[in-house]
């Protein structure tokens, strides 16, 4: 029987395997597409794509850690509160040990890609740009400016691994004994905590872009799939006739020299002005026109009721997820020990819709895990298309512009860049929405329970199963290695449940915002002062 339930157990691992290299594949293919539909075609760069693919792989590939997490922690264990046969305590350390390992690499990929990589090929391009360096030139500044991001990262590292998770019993130790201390903590870590620092850190910075961007494109993806786009036809019948206005002003201003008389120096400014307005009008015209005619305008008008139907269930997961924040962050601020413990929560008292829903998926496989995944994939989802719309900015300064087929190398890096902090976010918002869940999964323990039979007056003790908490015994259940990774230090998990609550408000915010904005242009982003796009690189795709 042993051996069966080993083989058995080998076999769903294999195929378990199997789907791991299939999503894999599925995910490069993903970015392949998303990176070429948005690049520039005249400004493509080999080095930029791939570090723009490979980022963007890395980012997803961590966000598809979090059920797989949850997964391996609940399949060791039968819905009665047992462990499986095969689930003794070796295996049970090794499947932990292989999850937290992952962590470990992926999140280490993550560090090099933000504090490394990125920076280095951002500023090699922002150098190529200068005609007048060469290769060597352009390699020195690029890992001048990339030295001070390693810097920051070797500061980072120092202090998670320096900062103690406990302090001494002995108020009178001496300054050596807590120095001893200090070192001691950081062997028994093994760099545990110097990598979780870093990454909290990251995260923390992660925060602000989904307050930015992720709140804003919940609220923004669906309205505008729901509302559309203008028509082409329409726009180019009001671009004619703006372009025969500017160009009557433009005749009655060169009639006043008919005679030789030069113009006046305002006379000169306005021509000056009015022929820059022509020149873009006519740009305007020549990409309404080129997509008016083109297959894909045609395409999005055959497939409109579709996007329709995915705003409504847009709008709906987007409802589903703020309500339970809301009820989750007011839960924490009602039950939780405060700021000291970082707001943090075992259990939920405040039942919120999305931590009602999960339990109930669970007797179905795989439900709840397709649930997860649709949150995660739907959060990504709507960061990129916050960023699409709001675009890269410094401050008030507006960096670049993310327009399919005109988007600059350095403005994808920047986007990569961007994700990857946001997906780090990810994982502790899906906490704050079902804490117990994302701790033990699916898990039950046994617990002794009294029964009294009335026939015989007598009483028994039964091995009930409950649902893992906080007061479950450690050998019974098993908690995922990504609560270990959030909570190590408490003053993160206080500032992202503030974080929590700007969210909630930058989400309603935009969705104020995103109703009362009309629908928006066919060509959106092609303007006068777009310096993106070029006469000769229409787009057939609508923003």
């Not at 009665?80 to 962590?103: C, H, M, P």
């Not at 090699?124 to 990262?153: H, M, N, P, S």
């Not at 590292?157 to 998770?165: D, M, R």
Request: with cysteine.
């Amino acid at each position: 029987m042993a051996a069966e339930a080993a083989g058995a157990a080998s076999a769903e691992l294999v195929i378990g395997w199997c789907i791991f290299g299939l999503l894999l594949l599925a995910i490069l293919a993903f970015c392949w597409i998303y990176v070429r539909k948005y690049q520039s075609q005249r400004e493509s760069e080999v080095v930029s794509t791939i570090t723009a693919i490979f980022s963007l792989a890395i980012a997803l590939i961590t966000s598809a850690l979090l059920p797989v997490d949850i997964f391996l922690v609940s399949y060791m264990k039968n819905q009665n509160g047992t462990f499986k046969d095969w689930a003794n305590a070796n295996v049970s350390r090794q499947i932990e040990d292989t999850v937290l390992y992952g962590y470990y690499t992926l999140y280490s990929v993550i560090l090099f890609c933000v504090f490394l990589w990125i920076p280095f090929v951002y500023f090699y391009y922002e150098e190529k740009d200068d005609d007048d360096t060469g290769k060597c030139t352009q390699i020195k500044t690029a890992l001048k400016y990339t030295l001070g991001f390693v810097v920051i990262c070797a500061l980072l590292l120092l202090i998670g691994a320096f900062v103690p998770l406990n302090v001494p019993n002995n108020k009178n130790s001496t300054e050596w004994e807590k120095v001893k201390f200090l070192f001691e903590e950081l062997g028994s870590s093994h760099g545990l905590a110097a990598l979780s620092f870093s990454i909290s850190s990251l995260t923390l910075i992660g925060m602000l872009a989904a307050i930015t961007y992720t709140a804003y494109g919940m609220s923004a993806l669906p309205l505008n799939l729901i509302k559309g786009t203008r028509s082409a036809a329409y726009e180019r019948l009001e671009n004619t006739e703006d372009i025969e206005e500017v160009e009557q002003h433009i005749q009655t201003i060169k009639s006043k020299s008919k005679d030789g008389r030069p113009l006046s120096v305002r006379d000169k400014r306005t021509l000056k002005q009015l022929e820059e307005r022509l020149r873009a009008l006519k740009k305007r015209e020549r990409h309404l026109e080129f997509i008016e005619n083109s297959w894909w305008t045609k395409l999005c008008g055959a497939l409109r009721p579709l996007k329709i139907i995915w705003g409504i269930f847009f709008i709906l997961v987007a409802l589903l997820f703020v309500i339970s924040l809301f009820l989750s962050n007011l839960d924490k601020a009602l039950h939780s020990a405060g700021v000291d413990s970082g707001f943090i929560i075992f259990g939920a008292n405040l039942s919120n819709p999305l931590n009602m829903l999960l339990p109930l998926l669970q007797t179905v496989f795989p439900l709840d895990y397709i649930l997860i995944t649709i949150i995660i994939m739907y959060f990504i989802f709507t960061s990129m298309a916050g960023i699409r719309n709001i675009g890269i900015w410094f401050f008030w300064i507006r960096l670049y512009k993310i327009r399919r087929g005109r988007t600059r190398p350095q403005a994808l890096l920047f986007l990569c860049m961007i994700l990857l902090l946001i997906v780090l976010h990810t994982s502790y918002m899906i906490y704050s929405l079902a804490p117990q869940y994302v701790m033990y999964g699916s898990q039950n323990y046994l617990i002794e329970s009294n029964v009294t039979y009335d026939d015989h007056k007598g009483n028994s003790t039964l091995s009930v199963p409950k649902r893992c908490d906080a007061d479950a015994p450690e050998d019974q259940c098993t908690v995922t290695r990504t609560y270990l990774f959030l909570h190590k230090f408490w003053f993160f998990s206080a500032a992202y449940y503030f974080g929590n609550w700007a969210f909630l408000g930058v989400f309603l915010i935009g969705l104020v915002v995103s109703c009362c904005k009309g629908k928006k242009s066919v060509i959106e982003g092609v303007d006068e002062d777009d310096s993106d796009i070029s006469d000769d690189e229409p787009s057939v795709y609508s923003a």
